[in-house]
């Protein structure tokens, strides 16, 4: 197992000689480097997230010359379409089910793109153009407006995740997931992952509350049947409160509710929970707890008299030795969750139990502001198994 370790160790060290160099399309924008906004990237620092809540818009940093209008006031269009790729690649060795090794390399390429439309309307997308070696197409699609009416309301339109408001799993620097938000009991279509709909943002600025509301389908991304995306006539609604206690707590709570047809009948959902995040000097510690609880999950013709109930968990620690200034972070994330019913195979990354707990131990380097290293052991405390990832994440 150790010779393994060491083989795997030295292909990763190839793999990053052959990576380009280069600077994300934000940065390349607005000529600003890529520690403004992330530490490390891709997760977002707090002036990450207030550019990517004014609609990927740096205001102090609009000029008219970076722009044509051809003498129309309603028209702004970016003279340079901004474009920049994202690549994942990762050597993976588990003792479970069998001792197997796996190079995936690349795991993911990303084509992204995000800018201005208009003063205060912006866009963002990404093109999965290789993930697990398929290509899954469009997943963040979206137009944002921002500050509506002269006031604090954002409103974004398309397709998105309903746990952005929550943890960006997109923005995770581990390869071991959120399970907390993926979770789908039984036949359910439903999860906190992607959906299309309406997000609306407003911001209390003297008690620095956000609210948060959502209208979404409910059954994520899929194809579109008939001319319609939806599979049924239900449509799902969440909200999420979070309060600002002084500078470095924040608390939440979240709330979602919805129906949807699945099998012979209709099965209710109701999703709930609090959430924190703390930051105390270079310790940062990210917490979610989550109740579900299905009336229907199997799809019978009639419900059955109790209902299904899931739990999960996810707790994240990252140690910053110098702040947003750090080249080293180290991570400890913990999941759980267990269910009353069974999980539908590919529910959860092909994972058919009742329960799962994991306990996650990784470290990342940057070796440049938009290239990093980084190392991953998990413990599989359920299926008592063990996981050890080398990788490279890049963006130019």
């Known amino acids: 197992m150790k010779n393994m370790f060491f083989v795997l160790f030295l292909i990763t060290l190839l793999c990053t000689a052959t990576v380009s160099y280069g600077i994300p ?3 390349r924008q607005y000529k600003i480097s890529c520690s403004t906004c992330h530490a490390p990237f891709p997760k977002l620092k707090p002036y990450g997230d207030e550019f990517a809540g004014n609609g990927m818009i740096l205001e102090e940093e609009i000029n008219e010359r970076d722009f044509v209008t051809a003498g129309d006031d309603l028209l702004w269009l970016n003279k340079d379409f901004p474009v920049a790729v994202r690549l994942d690649a990762f050597a993976k060795a588990e003792d479970k089910p069998e001792n197997k090794t796996d190079l995936q390399t690349p795991w993911g390429i990303k084509l992204l ?6 003063k205060n309307i912006g866009y963002y997308f990404y093109f999965y153009m290789s993930e697990s070696g398929e290509i899954a197409g469009i997943e963040d699609a979206y137009v944002h407006f921002n500050n509506l009416f002269d006031m604090p309301l954002d409103i974004m339109v398309g397709q998105f995740q309903t746990c952005d408001p929550l943890m960006k799993r997109e923005l995770r620097l581990t390869y ?3 399970f907390v938000y993926k979770l789908k009991p039984g036949a ?9 709909g309406i997000m609306l943002n407003y911001t209390i600025d003297k008690t620095k509350t956000d609210i948060v509301a959502m209208l979404v389908n409910g059954n994520g991304k899929g194809e579109a049947e008939n001319d319609s995306y939806d599979q049924d006539k239900y449509k799902n609604f969440g909200v999420r409160l979070k309060q600002d206690i002084g500078d470095l707590l924040s608390v939440g709570g979240f709330y979602y509710y919805g129906k949807e047809s699945i099998g012979q009948g209709a099965n209710k959902i109701s999703i709930y929970g609090p959430d924190c995040n703390a930051v105390v000097g270079p310790l940062e510690l990210t917490f979610q707890y989550l109740v579900r609880v299905d009336d229907n999950p199997d799809g019978l013709q009639a419900a059955p008299a109790e209902d299904v109930q899931t739990t999960g968990t996810v707790i994240e620690l990252m140690y910053s030795p110098h702040l947003d200034r750090s080249r080293l972070f180290l991570i400890a994330l913990y999941n759980k969750y267990d269910s009353d019913d069974f999980l539908l195979p590919g529910s959860v990354d092909m994972m058919t139990c009742l329960e799962y707990e994991s306990f996650t131990l990784g470290a990342t380097y940057l070796l440049h502001r938009n290239l990093r290293l980084g190392t991953e052991f998990t413990r599989n405390i359920s299926d008592d198994g063990n996981r050890f990832i080398l990788g490279l994440t890049t963006g130019f």
């Open 25 to 27: 399309a934000f940065a």
């Open 113 to 118: 793109s995000g800018g201005p439309i208009y």
């Open 176 to 178: 071991e997931d959120y």
């Open 188 to 196: 359910s279509n439903t999860n906190l992952t992607y959906d299309r």
